[in-house]
């Protein structure tokens, strides 16, 4: 019978408790706009310049086979910006320094300049 009684007088003073309003929430961007990738760096914004930076990487690595009298240069020519936007991330299989990947995956990443309407 008490514990009756007890569950009785729990059930009381939970109805007439006030209600409580949920704690204030701090405003804060969706959790998709939080999860994006970071702000990209001044370095990060400039173009990667073909010639002055991707080519050294390839000519380090591919040389020379993909290039001019290489075995592969009729194939897969790497002094082509193109070949290189064709195979895309392919290329990593030779690629393995993860600056020098970085930096291919910004290149891959801008558009191709066009020349007359024509990409290069």
């Known amino acids: 019978m008490k514990i009756r009684s007890l569950?009785?007088?729990?059930?009381?003073?939970a109805s007439c408790a006030p209600a409580r309003s949920p704690a204030p929430q701090a405003k804060t961007r969706p959790?998709?706009?939080?999860?994006?990738?970071?702000?990209?760096?001044?370095?990060?914004?400039?173009p990667v310049d073909f010639a002055m930076q991707i080519r050294p990487i390839l000519e380090k690595r591919c040389q020379p086979c993909h290039f001019t009298g290489g075995k592969m240069y009729e194939k897969m020519p790497f002094d082509r910006p193109q070949t290189i936007r064709t195979l895309g991330q392919k290329m990593f299989t030779r690629i393995k320094d993860p600056q020098e990947q970085e930096l291919l995956r910004s290149f891959l990443a801008q558009e191709a300049p066009e020349t007359n309407g024509v990409a290069r």
Do not use: C, D, M, Y
Request: hydrophobic content about 70%; glycine content about 4%; proline content about 9%.
């Open 7 to 13: 569950a009785g007088v729990a059930l009381l003073f």
């Open 31 to 46: 959790a998709a706009i939080r999860a994006s990738a970071p702000v990209p760096t001044a370095a990060a914004l400039r």
